[in-house]
């Protein structure tokens, strides 16, 4: 009986098995070998990239490709200071970009201090985002021009993403818990500064909240100045070493950008600490077992005869508290049931604000 080989189309034989094993066996360690190499460049690309991400929902860019644009050239700035190839990503979502920090994906991003100061995190601030000179700015509530603060209440409030806590930052940070939590039907988040203008134009919005400096829509005035903040910083997740740190303060140091960041100031976490201080403001206008708040919306206040009222109060810190690292990263911690006695600050600057149509 005569075996059949694969040359006449019969199926082959033990042999012929034999024979092939070490062929498929040499064919698998180098696909093996290869994987190996092309998994070993990319964490060696990996390494050699930084990707410097972007969330300043309030920050007013004109557009989406102004806020691209500006990111890689942020990126590519970076990325030159480290002597990698630098990368700019413009986050549209605050899930989005606290993922990426959390996987090491960005390291080094332009936030919204107000951002921070709402949600916390590991950090170190490096510099200021500088809009027309400066790097605070003040607020605003903006309406229709009919509209006065009264007329506003049971209405629906837009303001640039706050990681979640938009009412807590309108209510307390901006008008110091002079407005009880249901003055308005609702305070809600919109992507940016431009898309609630933008839905205050289109009449989808009764009232927003936005830094000044931006252009209105037509027919809509300020109702109400607000408080100054401090507007996107530059910060560095994570453990930062003294070389990192340099390189970033001289990137910064010489970044040049457009009219929303013109460039970046030397800051520090002081930037953020104020606006964590004021997330829970509302409870310092009251004394212990009061539960009206001392001075209310459509008066002019006098925040000075305010910080007087009482020379200390019982301040339940709802607000993330900063603990500082030894490597000078900032850690906020969201503690929801801590006390702290603290004065009251005095600073007139602190809370103040003027009121359209007020006596």
């Excluded at 929902?57 to 590519?76: I, M």
């Amino acid at each position: 009986m005569t075996r059949a080989n694969p040359d006449n189309g019969a199926m082959p034989g033990a042999g012929d098995l034999d024979a092939r094993a070490p062929r498929a066996f040499g064919v698998r360690i180098a696909t093996a070998c290869a994987i190996v190499a092309v998994l070993g460049l990319t964490a060696h690309a990996r390494a050699d990239t930084v990707t410097v991400g972007l969330f300043a929902p309030a920050a007013p860019f004109p557009s989406t490709a102004a806020r691209v644009e500006l990111a890689s050239k942020l990126g590519d700035h970076v990325g030159k200071a480290f002597g990698q190839t630098g990368s700019g990503k413009v986050f549209a979502r605050a899930g989005d970009f606290t993922a990426a920090v959390k996987k090491g994906e960005v390291t080094v991003a332009l936030v919204d201090a107000t951002f921070l100061a709402a949600t916390g995190g590991n950090f170190t601030v490096i510099a200021a985002a500088v809009r027309g000179g400066e790097t605070s700015h003040g607020w605003q509530l903006v309406a229709r021009s009919s509209e006065k603060v009264g007329t506003l209440k049971g209405k629906r409030l837009l303001v640039p993403g706050v990681g979640g806590r938009e009412a807590d930052f309108v209510l307390n940070v901006l008008l110091g818990g002079e407005v009880a939590r249901d003055y308005f039907a609702k305070i809600e988040a919109a992507p940016d500064t431009a898309s609630a203008l933008a839905a205050l134009g289109l009449g989808k919005t009764d009232a927003v909240v936005v830094p000044s400096g931006v252009e209105l829509p037509s027919g809509t005035s300020v109702v109400l100045t607000l408080p100054m903040l401090s507007g996107p910083v530059l910060v560095a997740f994570g453990t930062l070493t003294a070389q990192h740190k340099a390189s970033l303060v001289e990137a910064a140091s010489t970044f040049k950008g457009d009219a929303t960041v013109a460039s970046l100031r030397p800051a520090d976490v002081e930037a953020v600490r104020q606006i964590v201080h004021r997330f829970d403001e509302a409870r310092s206008t009251r004394c212990p077992g009061d539960s009206t708040a001392r001075w209310r919306l459509g008066r002019r206040p006098d925040v000075r005869a305010r910080a007087h009222a009482s020379d200390r109060v019982h301040r339940r810190a709802r607000a993330p508290l900063i603990a500082f690292a030894a490597d000078e990263s900032t850690t906020l911690v969201d503690d929801g049931h801590q006390s702290t006695d603290r004065p009251v600050d005095g600073n007139p600057g602190h809370g103040a604000h003027q009121t359209r149509g007020s006596p």
